[in-house]
């Protein structure tokens, strides 16, 4: 039985406009020890499936469809109570603001008792002990357990973010853009600590990111969304060496290599599809070089193309798109070369 367990999620939120369905028939799952990464462009739907899980939702977002387990354990229609004592001791959450998601009038250390407290009967002194032990572990001094958020970095803020994160041990730890506005060289560092700590502790990762670079060096397995969709899932060395989807292609090739200069890189013109009035058929149809006629009228499902990869795309359950990519870029011109 996997971990976690999502399957067939619908996300609604009801605006002035109308309902935006955010998230359409999405499903995935996450192993014991394993790390799950999705990625995909601002607005997609990547955070409202991570706040689905631990059910954060705002007040005009609501989960109309589908289920999610944690061990089997349904978490859709778990009261309130039962979900917080989940919350943190199964399921714990980084978010991609740490200066807004601390509390800027406590200490790093008094959030982190708290959280410790909140669902283990210890003293605060013992409490307090744990917090500065993992406040060195993720890379700080131990005396940074009595600082407030805004006597931090950027790159301290979200190390505490980590220490908090780990406070209880949880199976799984949801990091929302964890290295957001962070410069590369504290971004690394970060990625580096995340893959050490998830080693000692055995935990699993879903982590959620538009930088396909962060989900190359952190994980396992890799989820691509487009328009409120799951549209492409699989081992990283298939879905980014044999992409199966030409939104997962088109990522790959915006995306320089460190060695550079290898193949031409391009740019996706366009906007994703208004989710107040989705199209018909595939999302991607306007912003696709390879779309067909067929593609307009009828959405593509997610189905299997061998070793755990999945894509929802007509044209290339026929053939492999990689191996007519610079032709069709050639003669198409619906993606620009830089």
């Known amino acids: 039985m996997s971990l976690l367990n999502v399957s067939n999620l619908d996300v609604e939120y009801q605006t002035k406009e109308g309902p935006i369905k ?3 028939d999405v499903s995935f799952s996450i192993e014991e020890n394993e ?6 462009e601002s607005g997609c739907g990547k955070s409202t499936i991570a706040k689905s899980i631990l059910r954060l939702l705002p007040d005009n977002g609501s989960i109309t469809g589908g289920e999610i387990t944690l061990d089997g354990v349904d978490l859709v229609g778990m009261d309130e109570k039962a979900l917080n004592e989940i919350r943190w001791a199964e399921i714990s959450f980084i978010s991609q603001s740490a200066m807004n998601a601390l509390d800027p009038v406590y200490s790093i250390g008094h959030q982190i008792v708290e959280a410790i407290r909140t669902h283990e009967d ?19 001094e131990r005396a ?5 958020p805004h006597q931090l970095s950027g790159g301290m803020r979200q190390r505490a973010m980590i220490a908090m994160a780990l406070a209880l041990q949880p199976g799984l730890i949801i990091a929302d853009e964890p290295t957001t506005a962070l410069d590369v060289i504290t971004q690394d560092h970060i990625l580096e600590e995340i893959d050490t700590l998830l080693k000692t502790l055995g935990s699993s990762l879903f982590i959620i990111t538009h930088d396909i670079s962060v989900v190359a060096e952190t994980c396992d397995k890799v989820g691509v969304m487009y328009g409120g969709e799951l549209v492409e899932t699989g081992p990283i060395e298939k879905v980014f060496v044999e ?7 088109g990522l790959l090739n915006a995306f320089p290599t460190i060695e550079g200069g290898q193949e031409e890189l391009i740019t996706m013109p366009g906007q994703p599809p208004d989710l107040h009035d989705p199209p018909t058929g595939c999302r991607f149809y ?10 307009a009228e009828e959405a593509p499902p997610l189905t299997e193309r061998g070793d755990g990869q999945r894509a929802a795309c007509f044209v290339s ?22």
């Open 22 to 24: 955010a998230v359409s």
């Open 317 to 338: 359950e026929e053939e492999p798109i990689r191996d007519r990519y610079q032709d069709v870029v050639d003669k198409e011109e619906v993606w620009l070369k830089l």
């Open 35 to 40: 790390r799950f990464g999705l990625v995909g």
């Open 286 to 295: 306007e912003r696709c070089p390879y779309r067909e006629p067929r593609c």
């Open 243 to 249: 992409p199966e989807h030409p939104y997962t292609l």
């Open 122 to 140: 210890t003293s605060e002194a013992a409490a307090k002990e744990r917090a500065a032990d993992l406040v060195e572990m993720v890379g700080l």
């Open 144 to 148: 940074r357990v009595d600082s407030y």
